[in-house]
């Protein structure tokens, strides 16, 4: 998504966990991050507990012992800042292209809540650090393979990891890839030599992929009332009607809240209509075909997926995860939180409520180019219909999108690679559910876009009647950057100042004045 980069309102890491709130601050808007005194505390009190352990001649996994499927051998004192190195430098094995800077500012930012929970047993000087690099805008390289979403997300975790121990690959605020000890000079920063416990500590999470939920479903909130605003205008320009949106048969009848929601949307939307009231009376049509009528229906069900899964992102946001973990008794034992079923299972489901979205919308669309279904509108919205190809293409282009955000709705998280000599034998593939969910919500706006454009031209075409005031708004954006209808031109440009427009949420803009309370 398009966001805006300027500085938010400081974020202060307690102890208590973060705000999806905090993480798009972080992440999208570079807001300044604080430390909570309690947290340095905190973390001096737990680091004496693994200090202690690290002493005794018992071994402890992961203060002295190997890690995985190595977790039998003690490690001497001696070898332990090695191991911990060689632990970081070894699971950064990421490949492919690099991923967004904002999905590396959320997973560095999640991580560091972990860290400042005081469950991690980290020093306080590993938190300050990371908090610097954040503040510094200083961003890891972190390429596209090299998580199962098992034991956390091990590689993008460890490439930070890595940068946090002035190694690796990094950009500057203005995202140039430049040496990490001059990066790290220019901030004031010392890079990090591990201690024992710290290398786990900061690569087992489920940072990355619940970043990518948190920063997915701000886009959703956003599309969902853009997605009831495209239904409206599609609606309005082929003369169907506003009332099977009325809110008595919706909630009264079928108590789904988003399906509520998404109706009064679309009702409101259409009020004060000329265009829905000139054929009010004497329309011999008895009922819209499903892709007007039950938009409602299928935007409802996607907005009470984003319900749950906002309430799983919740959770794991007020969570610390780490293995082991040092519990409130100063006792640091194994457990399986990295785990990422609990964050897969709703990437996946959120991907199908995305795909089937799409799929609405490219059918509501369809429709306004067909002179057999449109309701007296030309062929393909064309200036002059055989010379002219109006908008054949861009239809083309949509349901080329719906048909990829189909394939990226086959869940990831019911697929499993076995792994670390099978020690790790089922994995979430939360990451690759989170990178797939994240192709497929760009890919929505997308296609609300083309439906947009279309829906605007067939509205223009109706003319001397006009829109209703709200579906009026969203064109009047759309024309701020699209001319009207005319002999054909050249479309791309057109489609991505649309995107665009999305995007920077201008549209959403636009409609605020018109979403019911």
Not at 56 to 82: C, N
Not at 175 to 186: C, K, Q, S, T, Y
Not at 307 to 321: D, S, Y
Not at 394 to 400: F, K, L, P, R, S
Request: hydrophobic residues 45%.
């Amino acid at each position: 998504m398009i966001m805006p980069t300027q500085l938010a309102t400081e974020v202060t890491l307690s102890l208590s966990g973060a705000t999806a709130e905090d993480v798009i601050a972080v992440a999208r808007h570079n807001a300044p991050i604080s430390i909570d005194p309690a947290v340095l505390t905190e973390l001096a009190a737990v680091r004496a507990h693994i200090d202690a352990l690290a002493s005794a001649e018992t071994p402890v996994y992961g203060i002295s012992t190997g890690f995985g499927a190595l977790a039998t051998r003690h490690i001497a004192p001696e070898d332990r800042a090695k191991l911990q190195r060689s632990l970081i430098r070894s699971h950064a094995a990421g490949m492919g292209e690099p991923v967004e800077r904002e999905v590396v500012r959320a997973l560095m930012f999640l991580r560091a809540k972990t860290l400042a929970s005081g469950r991690a047993g980290v020093r306080p000087v590993v938190l300050e650090t990371m908090v610097g690099m954040l503040n510094a805008g200083i961003t890891p390289v972190v390429r596209e393979y090299g998580s199962l979403g098992c034991s956390g997300d091990l590689a993008p975790l460890s490439h930070c990891a890595l940068v946090l121990m002035g190694e690796g690959e990094a950009t500057d605020a203005a995202g140039n890839i430049r040496p990490v000890p001059e990066l790290f000079a220019e901030a004031g920063l010392t890079p990090i030599e591990l201690a024992e416990k710290e290398g786990l500590a900061l690569v087992n999470g489920t940072d990355g992929m619940l970043g990518q939920l948190v920063m997915a479903l701000a886009d959703l909130d956003e599309l969902l009332d853009i997605a009831d605003a495209t239904a409206a205008m599609s609606v309005e320009a082929q003369l169907g009607t506003d009332q099977v949106f009325r809110s008595e048969l919706h909630e009264p009848l079928r108590p789904h809240p988003g399906q509520g929601r998404s109706a009064q949307n679309m009702f409101a939307f259409l009020a004060g209509s000329p265009i829905v009231a000139s054929h009010r009376e004497g329309d011999g049509r008895v009922q819209d075909a499903y892709s007007l009528r039950c938009s409602p229906q299928v935007a409802g069900a996607a907005r009470d997926t984003i319900t749950h899964a906002r309430l799983v992102a919740t959770r794991e946001l007020a969570a610390a995860i780490d293995n082991p973990v040092v519990l409130p008794s100063g006792e640091v034992t194994s457990n399986g939180n990295f785990h990422g079923a609990p964050v897969a299972y709703v990437l996946d489901f959120l991907a199908i409520a995305v795909a089937d979205l799409g799929s609405i919308a490219e059918r509501r669309t369809d429709r306004m180019l067909d002179p057999a279904r449109s309701r007296d509108l030309p062929a393909f919205l064309a200036d002059d219909p055989g010379v002219d190809s109006g908008m054949m293409i861009a239809q083309y282009t949509q349901a080329g999108l719906v048909a990829e955000n189909k394939r990226l709705a086959v869940p990831a998280s019911v697929d499993s690679i076995p792994s670390s000599a099978m020690q790790e034998d089922h994995v979430s593939l939360g990451w690759h559910a989170a990178r797939k969910l994240r192709t497929a919500v760009a890919n929505l706006r997308r296609i609300l876009a083309v439906e947009m454009l279309i829906a605007g031209r067939a509205l223009d075409l109706r003319a001397p009647l006009k829109p209703g005031p709200a579906t009026g708004a969203v064109l009047e954006v759309l024309r701020s950057k699209v001319a009207g209808p005319g002999q054909d031109r050249f479309l791309s440009a057109e489609l991505e100042a649309a995107y665009d427009l999305l995007a920077d949420g201008s549209v959403h803009k636009a409609l605020e004045a018109h979403l019911p309370a």
